[in-house]
């Protein structure tokens, strides 16, 4: 699993400060402070192990980039980094913006998996995974690329024209159990984003419209019960909040939990 390194910017309860890059450790606004940890049902959400206090460190992605890229390929020839968390938690915008942040020392995005696209509807929220393993994780294990169908919402059918996945020295796979247990030990990086429950559900709505809500809660259930069972959040090696309060350029940083 990748090494993270040292922080670029800093919250946390004991020093009671943040400090972001580039500038002095005596730099403390209060406010930012108080606006991230005011508030213990939201560190309780952020870190549901202990309900504790949460340190949270600002990051860059092109960092992360550096280091996916340092470290070992386990899937075949290709570096596998898992971005998972419950829905709504944020996890297709960084997968987007760790894949912007790798196309320049790659000359090139990599390929990017969600696993919404794999789905065969709501009832197949973690069922969907051999068709994940048999069409792209597979052929990458011996270093030829992968095809999928992607499942159209929409029509309820998954569609006829394959989408490749080419060989690549990294592949993302993004979505609610991209990081399960079976695959760990093919990942060179696990991330898991997280989010409070009541603004993960605000953004589904919002995004989908309130008419998916029967459905959702039955998601959230279904989720929470194979987080729990998998320890997807204590396996990872990166633990993101996706949904932070402190002023940072949420563009080229993100703000990682420990």
Not at 135 to 162: I, K
Request: aromatic letters at 8%.
């Amino acid at each position: 699993m990748a090494h993270l390194g040292p922080p670029i910017g800093m919250i946390d309860t004991d020093r009671q400060g943040y400090r972001g890059v580039d500038e002095p450790e005596s730099i403390t606004p209060p406010a930012a402070v108080a606006a991230y940890f005011g508030h213990a049902p939201r560190e309780a959400a952020l870190n549901p192990g202990t309900g504790g206090p949460t340190v949270a460190v600002v990051e860059a992605y092109a960092e992360l980039a550096r280091r996916v890229l340092a470290g070992p390929a386990r899937l075949g020839r290709t570096r596998l980094v898992a971005v998972d968390g419950p829905s709504g938690a944020g996890k297709s915008r960084f997968a987007a913006r760790l894949a912007d942040a790798l196309a320049g020392p790659l000359g090139g995005r990599p390929p990017v998996v969600h696993t919404d696209d794999l789905l065969d509807g709501w009832d197949d929220q973690v069922t969907f995974w051999p068709r994940l393993d048999e069409g792209v994780l597979a052929p990458l294990r011996v270093g030829e690329p992968g095809a999928y169908r992607r499942y159209s919402w929409v029509r309820q059918c998954f569609l006829p024209r394959p989408v490749w996945v080419p060989v690549a020295p990294v592949l993302v796979v993004e979505g609610v159990s991209a990081a399960r247990a079976v695959v760990r030990p093919e990942l060179t990086l696990a991330v898991f984003v997280t989010a409070p429950a009541s603004l993960r559900l605000a953004r589904a709505v919002a995004r989908d419209g309130p008419e998916i809500l029967p459905e959702l809660r039955r998601w959230h259930d279904g989720e929470r019960a194979h987080f729990a069972v998998d320890e997807t959040a204590t396996h990872a090696d990166l633990l993101v909040d996706g949904a932070p309060t402190l002023p940072y350029d949420a563009d080229r940083y993100y703000v990682r939990l420990r």
